[in-house]
């Protein structure tokens, strides 16, 4: 019989366990991805039921709103016409001319309450509660889009391309200066490039040399580029 060879065990070297380490945490941060990115599902789809609870109740409230309003402004008339009336009947003597004075002064009570209750307080409460409501579930999203794009930032160890202005290379922000506008051609740049870039006819994009027709003094007034804040 030939002899059994000796078998050789591998022992595991600083590169091997560098390799699971960094598999390991691989593993982590896709795990965080995937998390972040399914609460960032979950909140734009509870942002958009209650968006569209809260134009649906918008809209009903609107709705009695305007037929309150038809209904009371019919009554004010009714009022009005009643109390020419009685004031053309208590002519005639003293006596209802005296019901005449009791009447209007009743039927002035009845116009305050009417107009009274034209106000809109308490839709307006109503209102400013789901408006609350809504800005506090949008800052819950852009907060959770703030940290995926930290994660995702991490991960891949830059800033996004599109984050950042393609003339000074700045990264885009809520602050006025580095706030991204669209210009007419589609093109985004920060306000402060687009201020510097600015002449007398307007701004000519300095990618296609289209022309967008503003004052220097209205750059503010461009739209801007929410899209590229929130990637």
Same mark, same amino acid.
Request: net charge positive.
């Given at each position: 019989m030939a002899p059994r060879k000796k078998q050789t065990v591998q %022992?595991?070297?600083?590169?091997?366990?560098?390799?699971? %380490?960094l598999t390991k945490e691989k593993k982590? +941060? #896709?795990? %965080? +991805? #995937? #998390?972040?990115l399914k609460q960032v599902a979950d909140i734009q789809q509870e942002n958009e039921q209650r968006r569209i609870e809260l134009l649906g109740t918008y809209r009903d409230m609107r709705r009695d709103f305007e037929n309150r309003t038809n209904q009371i402004a019919k009554s004010v008339e009714s009022v009005k016409k009643s109390l020419k009336n009685a004031e053309g009947r208590a002519k005639k003597t003293d006596q209802q001319r005296q019901i005449l004075m009791r009447t209007k002064l009743e039927q002035e009570e009845r116009i305050a309450f009417l107009n009274d209750c034209l106000h809109e307080k308490k839709t307006h409460r109503m209102v400013e509660a789901e408006r609350r409501k809504t800005e506090m579930s949008r800052k819950a999203m852009l907060k959770a889009q703030k940290e995926l794009r930290e994660i995702q930032e991490g991960k891949e160890g830059v800033s996004k391309p599109w984050r950042q202005c393609e003339i000074c290379g700045e990264e885009y922000t809520e602050r006025a200066l580095r706030t991204?506008?669209? +210009?007419?051609?589609?093109?985004? +740049?920060c306000q402060t490039c687009i201020k510097r870039l600015a002449g007398d006819e307007g701004v000519h994009c300095p990618f296609d040399r289209e022309v967008t027709i503003i004052p220097k003094s209205r750059i503010n007034c461009l739209p801007k580029n929410f899209a590229v804040l929130h990637m």
């Amino acid at each position: 019989m030939a002899p059994r060879k000796k078998q050789t065990v591998q %022992k595991p070297t600083i590169e091997n366990d560098q390799v699971q %380490k960094l598999t390991k945490e691989k593993k982590e +941060l #896709e795990q %965080k +991805l #995937e #998390e972040a990115l399914k609460q960032v599902a979950d909140i734009q789809q509870e942002n958009e039921q209650r968006r569209i609870e809260l134009l649906g109740t918008y809209r009903d409230m609107r709705r009695d709103f305007e037929n309150r309003t038809n209904q009371i402004a019919k009554s004010v008339e009714s009022v009005k016409k009643s109390l020419k009336n009685a004031e053309g009947r208590a002519k005639k003597t003293d006596q209802q001319r005296q019901i005449l004075m009791r009447t209007k002064l009743e039927q002035e009570e009845r116009i305050a309450f009417l107009n009274d209750c034209l106000h809109e307080k308490k839709t307006h409460r109503m209102v400013e509660a789901e408006r609350r409501k809504t800005e506090m579930s949008r800052k819950a999203m852009l907060k959770a889009q703030k940290e995926l794009r930290e994660i995702q930032e991490g991960k891949e160890g830059v800033s996004k391309p599109w984050r950042q202005c393609e003339i000074c290379g700045e990264e885009y922000t809520e602050r006025a200066l580095r706030t991204p506008r669209v +210009l007419d051609c589609g093109h985004t +740049l920060c306000q402060t490039c687009i201020k510097r870039l600015a002449g007398d006819e307007g701004v000519h994009c300095p990618f296609d040399r289209e022309v967008t027709i503003i004052p220097k003094s209205r750059i503010n007034c461009l739209p801007k580029n929410f899209a590229v804040l929130h990637m």
